[in-house]
Structures are given as structure tokens and as C-alpha cells.
């Protein structure tokens, strides 16, 4: 089945800088790739995502690249704030549309 | 945009007996919802996926008798721990499949989840 590697397990960056965090998947045949912020207590919030057919998409501050040949996707967050600190979360759909989560990544934003 | 609400966000029960978390979606249709286990500092696990109307598929390992899921309908899902042990004590989590509609496509959204205690 699916198998979804997250790197690193925690990541610690000064305000201002840009933090980023990769994913390798297994499945070649994965199509869908979210990625999540969970805060403290609370459900996983989908911040971005990237279908199998696009190799790159931003939103503002966050970017999210694909390489499907590899099997591997990154989470770019520039000019990050205190409020981006959070677990993140990247996940990969299976063929039977199940998603499978990595591992995680606690990132710190020092002010 | 879609919206998946859970009750309760907070739950302590006693030992033995059964507790019941639920999952509506309350703007869209979910015919496939998912339900998550995370224990701290850990990340999602997926216990169980229901069709609506059907049985629910679990995952391995996971124990259907003692995680009951319904789906009865098109916007609720429940999933019941029964004679719960301190063990159970987890953050539990529902994420309905949003099919393609319209300018939307598919997606998963998440409940806020569900702290369970067994006391």
C-alpha cells in the first residue's frame, strides 16, 4: 500500500525566513496530494493542495511542488509569522481514495 | 464551502461503557466518510472508511466490534466505541469525501475531532 515519508519531524526558523518541508510517496498510481495545519486540539485544516497533472501551485505565502518521477512534494511557506506555527501534515490518496498521512512536522516560528 | 461538523469535541466516560461521536456534513452530499485516530504528538491514522449504506471497510487491526460505524444517511456518519477501556482514550477524527460539483473538485474535508477520556 501507500507509504508517505515526511521530513524533518520538527523544523525551527526565524520570522521573516522560509521554511520548507518534504514528502516522498510510494504509490505511483497517487493522484491527490494535500497538505494540512493541526493545531493544538483541533481537526487538520487543508492549507494547500496539488493534483497529479500540476507541478507547482501557489497561494500568497505557501507553495506546494510536485515531482511525480521522483514520487516527491515539498511545502514552501516564505516570509513566515508566529501563526504559522503549527503541526504540518502532508497526505497522498490511494487508488481506493484513501489518504495517507506523513509522519508530521512541528514547525516553530521564532519572532 | 464544505463543512463537516463533529459532537462532541470533548468527551470522559467511565470504563465499560459506550460513547457515541458523530459526523454530519452540513452542505454537501458525503457518500464516503473516513475515521481517524491520532494519538499525541502522532500523526493520523485511518481506522475505518464508510460508504453510505453499506458496511464499513476497516483497516487492519482495527476491531469492528468494538468500533461501530454507521452511515445511515448521506450527511451523518457515527462512529461508537464500545465498553470503552482507558486505551481508547484518543483524538478521534472524521473526514468526508467531497465528490466533484460544479467548479469544486474533489476533496476530503475534516471534522475538528473528538477528545475521548475513559476514565
Known amino acids: 500500500g501507500e507509504n508517505v515519508e515526511q521530513h524533518p519531524s520538527t523544523l525551527s526558523v526565524q520570522e521573516g525566513d522560509s521554511a520548507v518541508i518534504k514528502c516522498t510517496y510510494s504509490d505511483s498510481a497517487s493522484n491527490y496530494f494535500p497538505w494540512y495545519k493541526q493545531e493544538l486540539g483541533k481537526g487538520p485544516q487543508l492549507i494547500i493542495d496539488i493534483r497529479s497533472n500540476v507541478g507547482e501551485k501557489k497561494d500568497q505565502r505557501i507553495a506546494v511542488t510536485l515531482n511525480k518521477t521522483a514520487k516527491h512534494f515539498s511545502l514552501h511557506i516564505t516570509e513566515t509569522q508566529p501563526e504559522d506555527s503549527a503541526v504540518y501534515f502532508c497526505a497522498a490518496t490511494t487508488g481506493a481514495q484513501k489518504l495517507v498521512f506523513g509522519q508530521g512536522t512541528r514547525l516553530t516560528i521564532n519572532p | 464551502g464544505a463543512v463537516v461538523s463533529q459532537h462532541p469535541s470533548r468527551v470522559i466516560c467511565k470504563s465499560g461503557t459506550s460513547v457515541k461521536i458523530e459526523c454530519r456534513s452540513l452542505?454537501?452530499?458525503?457518500?464516503?466518510m473516513f475515521w481517524y485516530r491520532q494519538f499525541p504528538k502522532q500523526s493520523l491514522m485511518l481506522m475505518a472508511t464508510?460508504?453510505?449504506?453499506?458496511?464499513?471497510?476497516?483497516e487492519q487491526g482495527v476491531e469492528k466490534d468494538k468500533f461501530l460505524i454507521n452511515h445511515a444517511s448521506l450527511t451523518l456518519s457515527t462512529l461508537t466505541v464500545t465498553s470503552a477501556h482507558p486505551e481508547d482514550s484518543s483524538f478521534y477524527i472524521c473526514?468526508?469525501?467531497?465528490?466533484?460539483?460544479?467548479?469544486?473538485?474533489?476533496?476530503?474535508?475534516f471534522g475538528s475531532g473528538t477528545r475521548l477520556t475513559v476514565v
Open positions: 464508510s460508504n453510505e449504506g453499506s458496511k464499513a471497510t476497516y
Open positions: 452542505d454537501f452530499q458525503a457518500t464516503t
Open positions: 473526514s468526508a469525501l467531497r465528490l466533484a460539483t460544479g467548479q469544486l473538485r474533489y476533496g476530503y474535508t
